[in-house]
């Protein structure tokens, strides 16, 4: 039984004296290679992982009345499917958001019960809010027998993203959480949104996450300025190239030439996106061969630009990526997702993982006084009906 089941089965009779009648379970996300890259239509190699979301439904089609329950904010909201707007609770608004767009598309609501818990940390970069809105899609989906594609999911989620939250984010965290597959990773290219799947096998090595509990929100982190800045950065290069509409388009070469009619920020910004797309090819190569070593190196190279191009990191990411480097059994580490907090992405031989996570960890403390948390992950399966 998954652990958060018999949970939420509980609450469902406490609350409502009833039993949920489906589950649907959403996992969070890591991504390998390919940071910001997906709202500039270029490449990713994202994963879904084995710390999720769990939600518990019950429709009652004769009522209007639609009650939330957030078992790990113990928190909850309830309203009226006729009357969906924004409300004054943050955690409600992602899955209020994802009500409104099935509104949008002329899918009829129904009156309902949801429950909902798991363990995807909160603001820990591991996108636990597009496994709200792609979880609770899925669930809605399967009450009002819509039957959406993966696809119209991913999007309900960005339009969450998007319109209703005002994070102007691209398809990398819904479309991870939506698709993924156990051991595989996704090569997703952002702009005709084809995908492959990638096996995602590490050999010695592990995958572990250390959360520098620094919480980020992306409506007001800085992580809005990054697409108009990329936006600014075509602007400048359309003077000289009017048919390029995305970095993705643009060369190394043209980018060089560019660079004087360019701001130097927005020269880095343009720069970074165009080294990224180029290691997650880097990346899946190196991955085809088994070599263990280059996927550690473009890790690194990662950060460097995430640091000094891209302007997203932050001191303590930037502690916990440097405590790898003088360990042995550390090939790569770097800052995940949006950035400004959340986790490091660290591949690390497996013999010695635990305790060189113990290190690092001991001396972030040391240095920053907040403890941060270890997640030996396994990639897995996508947004599903239990
Ligand atoms: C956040 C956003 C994604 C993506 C990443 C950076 O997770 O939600 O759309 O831009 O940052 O790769």
């Not at 998954?2 to 009779?13: A, G, P, S």
Request: hydrophobic share 40%.
């Amino acid at each position: 039984m998954d652990t958060f089941e018999e949970t939420i089965r509980l609450h469902f009779q406490k609350n409502f004296e009833k039993e949920p009648q489906f589950f649907v379970k959403a996992p969070g996300r890591i991504n390998l290679i390919g940071e910001h890259t997906d709202y500039n239509l270029g490449f990713a190699l994202p994963a879904a992982i084995d710390m999720h979301l769990l939600f518990g439904f019950r429709p009652n089609p004769i009522s209007s009345t639609f009650r939330l329950v957030a078992l790990d904010m113990e928190d909850d909201f309830q309203g009226n499917i006729n009357q969906i707007e924004k409300s004054h609770k943050n955690w409600a608004n992602y899955l209020l958001g994802v009500m409104k767009s099935f509104e949008n598309r002329g899918i009829r609501l129904q009156g309902f019960d949801c429950i909902f818990c798991g363990n995807i940390p909160v603001g820990g970069g591991l996108s636990s809010s597009a496994a709200m809105e792609c979880g609770f899609a899925k669930g809605l989906d399967q009450m009002l027998q819509s039957k959406l594609d993966k696809w119209e999911i991913v999007r309900i989620g960005q339009e969450t993203e998007n319109n209703f939250l005002g994070v102007q984010s691209g398809i990398l965290d819904q479309f991870s959480s939506t698709f993924g597959l156990v051991n595989q990773a996704m090569l997703l290219d952002c702009q005709d949104k084809n995908f492959e799947y990638v096996n995602a096998q590490f050999g010695d090595y592990e995958l572990v996450l250390i959360n520098s509990k620094v919480k980020h929100n992306h409506s007001d982190s800085g992580y809005n300025d990054r697409p108009k800045e990329c936006q600014e950065a075509i602007a400048a290069i359309q003077k000289r190239y009017p048919n390029i509409h995305s970095l993705r388009a643009v060369s190394q070469n043209v980018l060089a030439e560019c660079e004087t009619i360019m701001s130097n920020k927005h020269f880095r910004r343009a720069q970074f996106i165009l080294h990224e797309n180029a290691r997650v090819h880097a990346f899946c190569e190196a991955f085809q061969k088994n070599d263990f070593f280059s996927l550690g190196r473009i890790l690194y190279q990662s950060h460097f630009g995430l640091q000094y191009f891209y302007d997203v990191s932050c001191t303590e990411l930037d502690l916990l990526v440097d405590l790898t480097r003088n360990e042995n059994a550390v090939l790569g580490a770097r800052m995940m997702g949006g950035g400004f907090g959340g986790c490091t992405l660290n591949l690390i031989h497996k013999d010695h993982s635990k305790e060189v996570t113990e290190r690092i960890m001991k001396t972030y403390y040391q240095q920053t006084k907040v403890s941060p948390e270890a997640y030996f992950i396994s990639i897995e399966n996508g947004v599903g009906l239990l």
